[in-house]
């Protein structure tokens, strides 16, 4: 009985291993800050966490951490959006394996009202490649409503 199982489990490990590679294997995230209000300003630069799922395929995404790890070689397309708590600066700064990539940031107030940002990037990643929003010192986001969302997902995995 043991060996039945042990045998099952290679053959499990091959299909994964067999569908990965030939493209099939669907990798998409989508998430929400849901914090209750305005998270910041802050002392120091920080990782963005993510409470709130809509989709996580393939568990690509890790809530505790924040962190996206790609699964695969491939062109990924990830956007984000936040809202920007009433006359305080906010941005959000996209990082790759510790290295910032793009960012998005709305530091004037029109009416003293709040702004919505965002930005979108596609992107050549290998696996195990890491990705992360951080909210830098001195800034703030709106965490509620899911008004402040990250996503992204595999868009070619044959890509050169």
Do not use: C
């Amino acid at each position: 009985m043991e060996r039945k199982l042990e045998k099952l489990e290679e053959k499990l490990k091959e299909l994964e291993d067999k569908m990965k590679q030939s493209g099939k294997g669907k990798v998409a995230f989508s998430v929400a800050a849901e914090q209750g209000g305005a998270v910041g300003p802050l002392s120091a630069n920080t990782t963005l966490r993510f409470n709130t799922e809509m989709s996580n395929v393939d568990n690509v995404f890790n809530l505790n951490t924040g962190i996206f790890t790609a699964p695969v070689d491939g062109l990924y397309y990830f956007t984000f959006f936040y809202r920007t708590p009433a006359n305080q600066e906010s941005m959000l700064i996209l990082y790759k394996n510790g290295r910032e990539v793009l960012k998005s940031s709305e530091t004037e107030r029109y009416y003293g009202g709040t702004e919505t940002a965002g930005n979108a990037a596609i992107l050549k990643l290998k696996a195990d490649d890491e990705l992360y929003l951080t909210l830098p010192a001195g800034n703030s986001i709106w965490a509620a409503g899911r008004q402040t969302t990250f996503s992204g997902f595999l868009y070619d995995r044959h890509s050169s």
